[in-house]
């Protein structure tokens, strides 16, 4: 069932599968009933509908490829073992997910003592209709904010990613970092402050 996890072409065929023969299955929720009930389709579906921001937000965190591809078959392997106990229904699949996979994250770090967190933020694709002197000024912002962001705190960074990123709102973000919806709102409020302090001394 793991190295399903990890094979893009095995997970396709799973979703044209369970597409041919299961209409009704297309919401998240559905699918996460249906692997707690043992659905083996459902699971593969599940993972190529998720697995590239999941991946994505691990990679963030631990910033080393084979590892978030390490910890993305652990996220999937734990919603295979304990979707009948651990999903409650009350935030969004994705943002189980994403707590899930943060919660992973942070172990591995915390395993990995004299690492640093080198976070990688996607620099703003330049619009292919800008002329050559507006599209290298949109790739100088770009990386000038990508800098910025390296050097804010974990705290600040992941609310920013969460947001931005990820577009989750205030209360998915709440659930997927473990605290109040205030708090966010809080490190959003200084997490810009610092960003626009950090830019303007570039």
Known sequence: MLNAFTCPQSAAAAVSAVAATAPDISSDVTLVNRIAAGDKHAMHALFARHRTPVYRWLLRFVSNETLAE?????????????????FEGRSSVSTWLMAIARFKALSARSRRTDAELDEKIEATVADTANSPEAALQEKNRSELLQSALTRLTLKHREVIDLVYYH?????????????????????????????AELVKGA
Do not use: N
């Open 167 to 195: 577009e989750k709102s205030v209360d998915e973000c709440a659930k997927i970092l473990g605290i109040p919806a205030a708090t966010v709102k809080t490190r959003m409020f200084y997490a810009r402050k610092k960003l």
């Open 70 to 86: 390490d910890l993305l078959s652990e996220v999937f392997l734990d919603v295979w073992r304990e979707a009948a106990d651990r």
